[in-house]
Every structure is written in C-alpha cells, then in structure tokens.
C-alpha cells in the first residue's frame, strides 16, 4: 500500500459524507511530513504503532481522527519535537465532520463507558434479528436482499460488545413510546421487549425508559451516543436523517453530557424501567 491509498469509509449517507474538517488535514499532513522524514513507508509504519496500514492512510489524508495513543506513539516513534502533540490539541477542539460510522464503531470496541438515548428505535445493540429486518427491510430507497442481509448480519455482529465486554458501563436511555410502536408486527415486538429484559440483565447494562408522562426532556432534539476510551478521552455521535456527526469539540461534549444526566434523572428508574417492560410483555 502506497502514501496515495485512500481508505473509504461509509455509512447509509455516504453520498453526503463531508470532506475532512481542516484541522484534521493539518494533522495528516504533519504527521504525512515526519513519517517521511523519518524514511517510513505507510506499510513499514504501520506495525510500529501497531495499527493498520490502511488506517495510517486515513490518518494522513485527514479523513481519520486519531486516537490519543496513536499520536502518542507517533510522537515518539517520529522524534516530531512536539508538534505533533501541539496540532492534535487543536483538532480536538472542532467537530469531526466525518459521516462515517465506522470510526465510531472501532472506538465501541475499547470502550469503557457508553451511553445511548433514543427516541425513533430501539438501540442497535439491543434489537433482534427480526426488529432489524424490518427497519432494513422497510427502508427508503428500497434494499436489495443481499443488502438487507448483510446490513442485519453488521448489526448482529455488533451486539457481541455487551457480552464481550463485561468491564464497560453500558446505559440505554429510551423513551416509551419506542417500545410501544409494534415495529414487526405485535409477536416481534413481544420477542424484542424479552430480548430487552435478558440484555439488561447484567450488571453492567443500565436500561432505561423516559415515560410518555414526561411533557418535555432535554432528548427531544434527538438521538446521541456518548462514549468513554480507556485513555478516559470522550466522543459523540449524533445521527440524523441524511447526515451524522461524530463529536470531538470538549464544549460540544459537555453539553451533551449534561443532557443526558438531566434524561437520566428524568427516565424511570432501572427498576422501575424493567417492571415497564414486564408488564408490557405479559400485555
């Protein structure tokens, strides 16, 4: 793999997906400078900070924003006297533009902390098989058969996070009228309310309900994930229509954090949330 390699990463919207943000670009382009400097090619590059060549291509082209780690290993694998320190920290403080979910989809899997709240669906990682196909199934443009099945079997895959990961916090906050919508039809979402009750179960997995009782909460913007690395840095992932973001901006992130704070003093508690459900299975 050569310095001109582009990885491409996308999700649903990917005709819309932005360019790089600036500072992203600057950091490419910086760290393109030292690794040549340094005489390394992409792929002898790659091992040294133990990440992918393809990824050490998207870094360079800006379209990747990277990790703490990898900065600090590139930092001193390059001998960059600091720079490469000094340009990250201004990355971090402008939105990551990227609409790819990809990315936000590696920092699942190291993950420490990871909040959800939603009020369209169910969470990915709490559906069933059947609730998946139908969102796939009924979506606009219309799916190939092929395309519907490799979109359930990504999302099924994705649902190993709660069991392989017992040591990070998960909580789902979720408002009641999601659950009430028979999405599937009434034995479907009989079969995901169940699937609900045994995915929370352990005692890592906090699930939640906001009750339709609630006039107003600070959700009602929309769905947003917040996430935790285990360099104790914090993302965001905000998903609409035909565009998402994935948050790095500090003020952005703090905004976020205390509206979900506010919706967790808001929702039913877990108990109380689990009784909710209970019921509305026996229903």
């Known amino acids: ?36 400097r340094a005489g390394h090619t992409q792929e002898e590059y790659a091992p040294l900070v133990g990440y992918q060549p393809s990824t050490v291509a998207s870094i360079d082209q800006g379209r990747r924003f990277p990790q703490r780690r990898f900065v600090d290993q590139a930092e001193e694998i390059l001998d960059a006297f600091g720079v490469l320190k000094g340009v990250y920290k201004h990355a971090t403080r402008e939105k990551g533009l990227a609409s790819w979910f990809r990315q936000w989809a590696e920092l699942e899997e190291v993950a420490i902390s ?8 169910v969470p990915g990682l709490l559906q069933t098989e059947e609730y998946a196909r139908t969102l796939f199934r009924e979506r606009v443009p219309v799916l190939t058969d092929s395309e519907i099945e490799a979109q359930v079997t990504a999302r099924l895959a994705r649902q190993s996070l709660l069991g392989e990961r017992p040591n990070t916090s998960f909580s789902f906050i979720v408002e009641e009228h999601v659950l009430r919508r028979p999405t599937g039809g009434e034995e479907a979402m009989r079969e995901q309310i169940e699937h609900l009750l045994e995915a929370t179960e352990p005692r890592n997995v906090e699930f939640q309900v906001v009750p339709m009782s609630r006039g107003y909460h600070p959700g009602l913007n929309g769905p947003m994930q917040l996430l935790e690395t285990p360099e104790n840095e914090w993302f965001a ?14 003020q952005t992130i703090s905004v976020l954090h205390m509206r979900y704070a506010k919706l967790r003093s808001q929702a039913l508690t877990p108990e109380d949330s689990r ?3 209970e019921r509305m299975r026996g229903a």
């Open 1 to 36: 793999m050569t310095d001109s390699t582009i990885e491409t990463i996308g999700i649903q919207n990917t005709a819309n997906e932005p360019e790089p943000s600036d500072s992203l670009k600057a950091f490419g382009e910086a760290h393109k400078a030292f690794r040549r």
């Open 114 to 121: 990871l909040y959800t709240f939603e009020n369209r669906l």
């Open 237 to 250: 992932y905000l998903e609409g229509q035909e565009s998402s973001q994935f948050i790095v901006k500090p």
């Open 275 to 277: 009784s909710l459900l």
